[in-house]
């Protein structure tokens, strides 16, 4: 039966295409591919298009309501384009009536609209009452609005403000580090004071101490001689010296035992120690500090010895500063957002806390659904007295509408733009507006530029389709206009090191010009803008003598994207070149759908401001979403191929020596891309097989010349000069560091 499904479905698509040859040729500027006509003549209930960069996504869509008109299969005002901001609506509005009234189509019906106009269209007409966004969410203002709910509760709520402080100062930088894994802790843990403490926990009750402003002594040597033939000396973990009063903190579970073997035995001696010496001995356990409980009881006990509690989140800690309040309540904004887009309860968060965090992360996580808790009902309550909503509400409550049956849709044919930035509460009024007999959905887009996690995008909406909708037709749109056959290699290699996104072979026929990834290693950051500038500069001298193709009608034009906007200040001194290269700047979140003959991607460096950033995603979105990914830096990686794919002809990225971008290293690494220094000379380029992190450097020995890491005494491995394994072989970089067997003082 399938095999005589698909037959009859090639024939159909033949004959449609040999009779609608003229349409295809005309509806848009170049006659349709094979891949975008196959995508128009399909009419499955259910289809998802997974568009490659520069594949003409929106041809194809405006071609398939042209269709839809042009062979009677639905009228134009049952014809419904949704997309995710007003410019996209207003583009795609546009497009349709300029390529589809010349031929005769009545495109003028076609609707295009955002989510969020169409969401509240329909409560209107559901509820006869058209309700009103708050004027707070856009600009910014959103931030500032939690910001003031914050204040607000901090000023009126003791316990929040002690809470929001405490995880301004200490929980909010308490996580993976840099590069997404776990701290080594057989090196210990350094603590707000600086010192170094033998386990999360004596670390997390070090910093709550130095948080309220606590005096202590960390392994005091106990007051009395302990050592015996058995026993050492005891050093007890906390000394209150202002009360004469010591602290333990035990490795014990809720079951009141210990992972350690012979542990309980030494608890036991060391409380006989303190009532054989009537000394005062106060306890914490690890089960009840990750639970939430111990440092509260701490609290109390010491307040009740004559310790002051005087919380500062401001108070210096040893390298370290409070997380700035705007990343913060960033965070809390994305959270609220995906909370509401998911319809996710109070209960329902605590449910996710349990079954997906444990340890210190459980305690961290826990406080962070407190604060939310008490920051959404305020940001709900305003709503309220404002006689507003947001626009979660406005998806969320439009899908009901239509789910009840309060609304019912006149469209047939729903199309849906750049489906890879769907939200839960998108995908679900996405469902409810076909969920009826005769209905069909469209939807095109690219998981592998899906980049707008902090906005709500959830890219499982896309990569798990058919368990939104049920049964459908995946297509591809597999062949670029825009870049090279070398650019796609590179990009489409590099975002498919995450096994989680759609595989699909980017192909192109356009032109090449050498070389087309290129990586610029310069010294220091004020070397930058210079080599920068000085690249630019070269290729303005080519351009104006002809040895680089100029485009008829317009200059050349150069995009520098960066990671961040305070970025666009490597633009400096370039105004001079500006009579043949258009030169301009933006992030490249902002740049998606744009393009440029020539991009430059400064700040390839690891770190706080690197690429890929360790600043955006909370690890504590996944309670709030329903499929987390887990693939390091998944977002970032997708990010860096939409930088990589606005290119019509080549890409530069330019690095620092020694702080050089994981990505960087990547590219070189498996994929041989050229490091180069600012005049163009390439540069000895041999990727640490081990740590992957720095260069193999030529060093010296008794035995004789060989290969080092840069890295070294960090990293010790070794290479042979024609690159075979030397001295102590280099084990192969796999990016996560050999799991850490606790001993026995870890807990």
Not at 17 to 24: A, I, K
Not at 482 to 505: C, H, L, T
Not at 671 to 688: D, F, K, M, W, Y
Request: charged share 25%; aromatic share 8%.
């Amino acid at each position: 039966m399938q095999a005589v499904i698909a037959r009859e479905n090639q024939n159909h698509l033949e004959q449609e295409t040999d009779e609608c040859r003229e349409f295809f040729d005309n509806v848009e500027s170049s006659p349709l591919t094979p891949e975008q006509t196959r995508a128009v003549i399909c009419f499955d209930n259910r289809m998802l298009v997974v568009a490659s960069a520069g594949s003409g996504k929106t041809s194809t869509m405006v071609a398939k309501a042209g269709y839809a008109l042009h062979r009677k299969l639905i009228p134009a005002d049952k014809i419904l384009m949704l997309a995710f901001n007003s410019a996209a609506a207003k583009q795609l509005q546009q497009r349709t009536r300029d390529r589809l009234t010349p031929l005769g189509l009545d495109a003028d019906k076609v609707v295009a609209r955002t989510f969020h106009a169409f969401g509240l269209d329909i409560i209107g007409q559901a509820t006869g009452k058209k309700p009103s966004l708050a004027p707070w969410l856009e600009g910014g203002k959103d931030i500032e609005q939690l910001g003031r709910i914050v204040d607000r509760l901090r000023a009126t709520d003791v316990m929040f403000r002690s809470e929001w402080d405490f995880f301004r100062a200490v929980l909010a930088r308490d996580y993976p580090d840099d590069n997404g894994e776990r701290v080594d802790a057989s090196e210990g843990f350094q603590t707000s004071r600086g010192e170094t403490v033998k386990s999360a926990g004596e670390r997390m009750i070090a910093d709550w101490l130095f948080f309220n402003g606590v005096d202590y002594i960390y392994e005091k040597r106990y007051e009395v001689e302990t050592a015996d033939p058995t026993h050492g000396q005891y050093h007890p973990d906390f000394f209150y010296p202002a009360i004469n009063v010591y602290h333990e903190h035990w490795a014990i579970d809720a079951d009141g035992s210990s992972p350690f073997e012979g542990y309980l035995e030494g608890v036991a001696w060391k409380r006989k120690i303190h009532r054989k010496n009537g000394t005062t001995l106060l306890e914490t356990t690890t089960s009840e500090l990750w639970g939430g409980r111990d440092l509260t009881r701490l609290g109390g006990e010491l307040t009740e010895r004559g310790i002051s509690l005087q919380p500062d989140a401001d108070r210096l800690a040893v390298g370290q500063k409070p997380v700035e309040n705007a990343l913060l309540l960033g965070t809390f904004r994305t959270f609220l957002i995906h909370a509401k887009s998911n319809c996710l309860t109070e209960e329902q968060l605590s449910e996710n806390l349990a079954a997906l965090a444990h340890g210190p992360v459980r305690y961290r996580d826990a406080s962070f659904l407190r604060l939310f808790t008490a920051i959404r009902r305020e940001w709900n309550e305003q709503l309220t007295a404002d006689d507003c909503i947001d626009f979660e509400d406005m998806l969320t409550l439009s899908a009901q509408h239509l789910e009840d049956g309060d609304w019912l849709s006149p469209y047939d044919l729903v199309m849906v733009d750049e489906f890879q930035d769907a939200s839960f509460a998108r995908a679900r009024l996405a469902r409810a507006l076909v969920n009826a007999p005769g209905r069909y959905l469209f939807a095109v887009g690219d998981d592998w530029q899906s980049i707008n996690r902090f906005a709500g995008a959830d890219v499982s909406v896309m990569t798990g389709f058919e368990n939104w909708f049920g049964s459908s037709e995946t297509m591809r749109l597999e062949r670029t206009f825009r870049f090279p056959q070398s650019i796609a290699d590179v990009s489409s290699a590099f975002v498919m090191q995450n096994p989680g996104q759609i595989a699909k072979s980017v192909v192109s026929s356009t032109a090449e010009y050498a070389p087309t990834v290129d990586i610029m290693t310069v010294d220091t950051e004020t070397a930058v803008a210079a080599a920068v500038r000085h690249r630019l500069t070269t290729l303005h001298s080519r351009v104006a003598s002809g040895e680089v193709p100029s485009v008829q009608g317009r200059k050349l034009s150069v995009l520098v994207l960066g990671r961040y906007r305070h970025q666009s200040s490597y633009l400096e001194g370039c105004k001079p070149l500006a009579d043949l290269l258009d030169i301009s700047f933006m992030t490249i979140h902002a740049s998606k759908g744009g393009e440029a003959d020539y991009i430059v991607i400064p700040g390839m460096v690891s770190g706080k401001w690197g690429f890929p950033s360790t600043i955006p995603n909370d690890p504590v979105l996944r309670l709030a979403m329903p499929a987390a990914e887990e693939f390091p830096k998944a977002e970032e990686r997708r990010l860096f191929y939409v930088a990589l794919t606005r290119a019509r002809r080549s890409v530069l990225l330019v690095t620092i020596n020694k702080r050089e971008s994981r990505f960087v290293m990547e590219l070189i690494r498996d994929q041989a891309v050229l490091r180069t220094n600012a005049i163009g000379e390439v540069l000895h380029s041999v990727v640490c097989p081990r740590c992957g992190r720095g260069f193999m450097v030529e060093r010296t020995s008794k035995r004789g010349p060989f290969l080092g890491c840069a890295r070294f005494p960090r990293c010790k491995a070794t290479l042979a000069l024609d690159g075979s394994p030397s001295l102590p072989v280099a084990k192969p970089a796999s990016g996560y560091r050999k799991p850490f067997t606790p001993h026995r003082r870890n807990r």
